[in-house]
């Protein structure tokens, strides 16, 4: 018998629409340059909100989306590289996901923190540059040019292929539970909260992230 669970609730979801989105618009803004780096300017910032608004919802939002559901240990993690599957595996992120998660997430917000203050000193210069040393500038920079892109590149191409190897290979549509919000499970497991209550705390936590970011830009 199947089980239809929530896993993914709808904030989450528009969440991971709108950063693939944003991220993908922002490296191909880049690799134009020109003007379209004021559109990289202010994709940064979307991107920023993106994230900001993860971290909160990592806390206090759906129980699949809490980072708490999938904060492995490492055994687990061994476990489940030898075969060793949990139903939750097959519902949230499962261990290798989650790392992915946490890789990716990790990534970016390196790549937006060093865009603000990176100044390339022809067509872009991020919106704190000028709060800190020539050397914080120059090492800002240096990383969100070279190492932060190619880090970040790698980790787009091996999360596409994960999907790819769990749709065909394993057989567990994720990107039809991203859309959808819901899996269709062997066991019952608890599905996410994604009421209307849930939805207005999220657009609040939302908003409150935009202005933040946009803040950060005025400086």
Same mark, same amino acid.
């Given at each position: 018998?199947?089980?239809?669970?929530?896993?993914?609730?709808?904030?989450?979801?528009?969440?991971?629409?709108?950063?693939?989105? #944003?991220?993908? +618009?922002?490296?191909?803004?880049?690799?134009?340059?020109?003007?379209?780096?004021?559109?990289?300017?202010?994709?940064?910032?979307?991107?920023?909100?993106?994230?900001?608004?993860?971290?909160?919802?990592?806390?206090?939002?759906?129980?699949?989306?809490?980072?708490?559901?999938?904060?492995?240990?490492?055994?687990?993690?061994?476990?489940?590289?030898?075969?060793?599957?949990?139903?939750?595996?097959?519902?949230?992120?499962?261990?290798?996901?989650?790392?992915?998660?946490?890789?990716?997430?990790?990534?970016?917000?390196?790549?937006?923190?060093?865009?603000?203050?990176?100044?390339?000193?022809?067509?872009?210069?991020?919106?704190?540059?000028?709060?800190? #040393?020539?050397?914080?500038?120059?090492?800002?920079?240096?990383?969100?040019?070279?190492?932060?892109?190619?880090?970040?590149?790698?980790?787009?191409?091996?999360?596409?292929?994960?999907?790819?190897?769990?749709?065909?290979?394993?057989?567990?549509?994720?990107?039809?539970?991203?859309?959808?919000?819901?899996?269709?499970?062997?066991?019952?497991?608890?599905?996410?909260?994604?009421?209307?209550?849930?939805?207005?705390?999220?657009?609040?936590?939302?908003?409150?992230?935009? +202005?933040?970011?946009?803040?950060?830009?005025?400086?």
């Amino acid at each position: 018998m199947l089980h239809t669970v929530r896993i993914w609730d709808l904030p989450t979801r528009l969440f991971h629409w709108s950063l693939a989105a #944003s991220t993908i +618009a922002m490296i191909v803004s880049a690799k134009i340059g020109g003007n379209a780096m004021i559109w990289h300017l202010r994709l940064g910032h979307v991107v920023l909100a993106l994230l900001l608004f993860r971290l909160v919802w990592g806390l206090v939002g759906g129980h699949w989306s809490r980072f708490r559901s999938f904060l492995y240990a490492p055994r687990q993690l061994l476990d489940y590289l030898r075969g060793q599957d949990r139903p939750a595996h097959s519902a949230g992120h499962s261990p290798l996901g989650a790392l992915s998660v946490f890789a990716m997430l990790a990534v970016l917000l390196a790549q937006v923190a060093t865009g603000l203050f990176s100044d390339d000193a022809i067509f872009y210069a991020g919106p704190l540059s000028r709060l800190v #040393s020539a050397d914080i500038v120059e090492a800002a920079t240096r990383w969100h040019a070279e190492l932060g892109q190619y880090l970040l590149l790698a980790l787009l191409g091996l999360h596409l292929l994960a999907i790819a190897w769990y749709t065909f290979a394993r057989r567990r549509p994720l990107v039809r539970a991203m859309v959808s919000g819901d899996r269709e499970l062997t066991h019952p497991l608890p599905a996410a909260a994604d009421g209307s209550r849930q939805r207005l705390l999220a657009l609040g936590i939302a908003l409150l992230c935009a +202005a933040i970011s946009w803040g950060i830009g005025q400086f």
